[in-house]
């Protein structure tokens, strides 16, 4: 409980002064879209590891895919991402009719920090990768949002690995793209740390069709709308149902154990609990 | 302070050493003259040591200047086209395996007495470690910053060659500059060989030529005084290289000390 205080604390700062601009900014601009995602075949270097893969996304709403390592979980968020070459058959389909190529921001399980960049400038790189101009104001803006308002001139080496990840997610932001996908953002750090990010990126993805792979029930039934769980032999999905709309949830909450309990189950570690 | 304390016994220990081989063998002054005769040839004849030290110092710094431009576009271009890589490859590789001693009376037939010839002989030596080291630097850009900026730029509405240019600025050349760091170290080490080199070939001014003259002359002392005025040339270079080159690349956090 008292780390679950420490979140809505979090939250409650992240709510006032310099964010609210940014807040507006983001409900007025984000149209929601939903995603179909059907990937007939996934392989990793050269050998098939998963086939008839098909998942819906719902508008507006965050998905988590849970699932063992080594099941093709980046594979997949990496096919959609269009970083790898999609197989024939497949289709990702929006549900406003247009192309998804350009609407997609794409969070990796590394921090990805540009080392010789200070944060700020860490934010505006897809913008000058692009040759667009840099708008500064929303970086500071989402800067102060994840917290980090002071940092923004200091270089990725000088801060800590949550604060690393707080500035990729707000890179990831920066783009201001109606669909996220995130890979383990949070693997890597200690529990309160994790526990604060989780509060923060579902304030900041909400309102964006957000797709977040993960290894971790908690995490999972904490932040997804929909929990799917991608595990077996042969390999299969099979969603977690009637989790309700209301995120972040507690997923200490007995409500939740039974979920948490059946999502063990399929991922087949109930065995090894003993 | 420490530094300049193992830099004071390490210097007067090699002196002390040279100064008791002298002693030891009473060897004549045109065989290996004495420490103390070395610098009382210096202070006589400084005005013209000083004159041919800049020749040497204008050769060095025009052939890095050369040699590392040179380099960096050479690396750009084999990274950027592959196809230049069979081509340009087998030559770098060459011009490193033909002994630089050999060639030098050839660019002296080539480029005349003066300056020029040297300024190519230091450019040949330094081009091949700064096109290696960087084009090293430019193929290790990790796929993870790769596909980032793929997924970044796939919304731009500029042409690929605009591209590829801006992730070469903004990615790719960033990533690559610890690496090309290293190979101007390494430029920095040999290029005063390269003048001096390139001036035995023949020449009428420079440390080298006032080496060889002296040498002919029996002016070992003479020789001596140039001599080490070339090593405090090349160590300054080589460690006011290495002092830039660190201050420029401060937020690489694995950075290591070679002073």
Known sequence: ?274 | MAKFLRLTITVSGLLGIWWLVVWATSLPKFILPSPLQVFIKFSERYDIIFENAVTTATEILLGLAFGISLGVLSALAISIHRGVKQWVMPVLVASQAIPVFAIAPLLVLWFDYGITSKVVMATLIIYFPVTVSFLDGLNRTSSDWRDMASVMQSRSKSAAPMRLFRLYRYIKIPFALPALASGIRVAAAVAPIGAVVGEWGGSSSGLGYLMLHANGRMQTDLLFASLLTLTVMAISLFYLTDYILKLALKWQPDQETLT
Request: with cysteine.
């Open chain 1, 1 to 274: 409980m008292v780390a679950n205080d420490t979140s809505s604390v979090a939250i409650a700062a992240m709510k006032d002064g310099a964010t609210s601009a940014f807040d507006k900014k983001q409900k007025r601009g984000c149209s929601a879209i939903g995603l179909s995602i059907t990937l007939p075949v996934i392989s990793y270097s050269g050998k098939v590891i998963l086939e008839d893969f098909k998942i819906e996304l719902k508008p507006g709403t965050i998905t988590c895919l849970l699932g063992p390592s080594g099941v093709g979980k980046t594979s997949i968020l990496k096919s959609i991402a269009g970083i790898l070459p999609l197989a024939a058959g497949s289709d990702i389909r929006a549900s406003d009719g247009e192309a998804i190529m350009g609407r997609i921001a794409y969070m990796d399980q590394k921090d990805l920090l540009l080392p010789w960049s200070s944060a700020l400038d860490n934010l505006l790189i897809a913008a000058r990768l692009r040759g667009e101009k840099v708008d500064r104001h929303r970086a500071k803006a989402l800067l102060a949002a994840v917290g980090l308002a002071g940092k923004a001139s200091e270089l990725p080496s000088t801060l800590s690995g949550g604060m690393r990840q707080r500035v990729s997610l707000a890179r990831t932001l920066m783009d201001d793209a109606p669909i996220v996908l995130v890979d383990e953002p949070f693997s890597a750090l200690d529990a309160i740390t994790r526990h604060r990010l989780q509060a923060l990126l579902a304030q900041l993805c909400a309102g964006r069709t957000t797709l977040m792979i993960t290894h971790d029930p908690m995490e999972a039934l904490r932040l997804g709308h929909q929990v799917y769980v991608l595990a077996g032999d042969p390999v299969k999905l099979t969603p977690i149902d009637d989790l309700g709309d209301q995120i972040p949830r507690d997923p200490t909450l007995s409500s939740l154990k039974e979920k948490y309990n059946q999502i063990l189950d399929l991922l087949g570690m109930q065995k090894d609990l003993g």
